[in-house]
């Protein structure tokens, strides 16, 4: 399955090569495929912040990379490099507030700088952080392709219909999802009669990003509107629908691209299995509950606005754009050190101590 899994990965957004970042500008996705060089860790908080890069791991590995320029900078320039980079790790930690994978890389990287021994090269060290962040993420989508798969075919066999939310996929990660890790895992096995891609206002990661990498893969996917999905629960058949997540308070509850938390009331309602697939990189021991989660809000324009063509206007716009699912509410959390049913303060503690499963 490994194999099968690795061969399925084609789509990619985030390259280091040559001593930069090269990023794929989610901005114009799908019909341009246009990628972006980054020499400065200030440019790539601003294409963080601007979305250029989205996805809760993609972001963090993002940051990782940003801080290997950041160094390369900050010692070129001399004098007190530990204190320049301060402001560095400040400008990336500002540039999105909810996704917690962020602050999970940044901290990694900051341990690694203080573990640093007399006669270590502080950029081939912190270059090697980097690059290891990125590649374990990748692992962790395999190792969760495979444990969702499982939990599909044994809760329910034959063929699905799966809806999933926002874009939790190569796109948004270091490897080729997480959500839709699962889901391309699922087809391989033959186990998907149709993927619904909730196109997710206001942003469109679902019919511009998710859909593109589903067909590209030439899996069944078509696009509703994010308020048709209780609809289509009722009336298609869907038996799971399977998300990703930005942040997961200690008590199991889930931050993910708004509109995730009615999805699981109404999957509830309907008796349609409700699958959260995240690595522990997006799990947050410190925040007790979901209640504790800074909710990221966008400008008002991104919902009053059509590519840039204004669709209402004279009135304000609220425009959350993360809302948080109550544990309670979600079947399985699906990470790479293993799997919690019915997620609860408990068994996140217990998952916790575990090591990862590869
Ligand atoms: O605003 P975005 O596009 O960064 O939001 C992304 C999501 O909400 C994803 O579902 C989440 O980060 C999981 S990605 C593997």
Request: glycine content about 8%; hydrophobic content about 45%; some cysteine.
């Amino acid at each position: 399955m490994r194999e099968q899994l690795l061969a399925a990965e084609k789509v990619k957004a985030i390259e280091w090569r040559d001593g930069a970042l090269h990023l794929l500008d989610q901005r114009v996705l799908p019909f341009e495929e246009t990628w972006l060089s980054y020499a400065s860790a200030d440019a790539v908080a601003e294409a963080i912040r601007s979305m250029v890069v989205r996805g809760a791991p993609a972001i963090g590995i993002a940051a990782a990379y940003a801080i290997v320029l950041a160094l390369r900078a900050r010692l070129a320039a001399g004098g007190d490099w530990r204190l320049a980079l301060e402001a560095d790790f400040k400008r990336l930690a500002d540039s999105r507030p909810t996704a917690v994978n962020l602050f999970w890389a940044l901290n990694r990287m900051r341990e690694r700088l203080d573990r640093l021994k007399d006669g270590d090269d502080p950029l081939a060290v912190l270059e090697a952080e980097a690059v290891g962040i990125h590649q374990s993420d990748r692992e962790a989508n395999l190792t969760m392709a495979q444990l969702g798969v499982d939990l599909i075919r044994k809760h329910q066999g034959n063929l699905q219909n799966l809806l999933t939310h926002c874009n939790a996929g190569a796109l948004a990660t270091g490897g080729f999802g997480t959500a839709l890790g699962v889901i391309r895992a699922a087809h391989l096995e033959g186990l998907v009669e149709r993927v619904y891609a909730d196109e997710t206002r206001p942003w469109l990661q679902g019919s511009r990003l998710t859909a593109w990498e589903l067909a590209g893969d030439g899996i069944p996917v078509t696009v509703n509107a994010d308020s048709a999905a209780a609809h289509l629960m009722k009336t298609r058949g869907i038996t799971w629908v399977v998300v990703g997540a930005d942040r997961i308070a200690a008590n199991g509850d889930v931050a993910n691209k708004i509109g995730t938390y009615q999805l699981a009331v109404s999957a509830m309602h309907h008796g349609v299995r409700f699958m959260v697939v995240a690595p522990s990189s997006t799990i947050d021991m410190a925040l007790g509950s979901g209640e504790d989660i800074p909710i990221e809000e966008r400008g008002g324009d991104e919902l009053l606005t059509l590519n840039g063509v204004p669709v209402a206007g004279g009135v304000e716009a609220l425009n959350p754009v993360f809302d948080v699912t109550p544990a309670d509410l979600i079947d399985f959390l699906v990470t790479e050190k293993g799997v919690v049913e019915r997620p609860d303060l408990a068994k996140m503690t217990q998952l916790m101590c575990r090591k990862r499963l590869h």
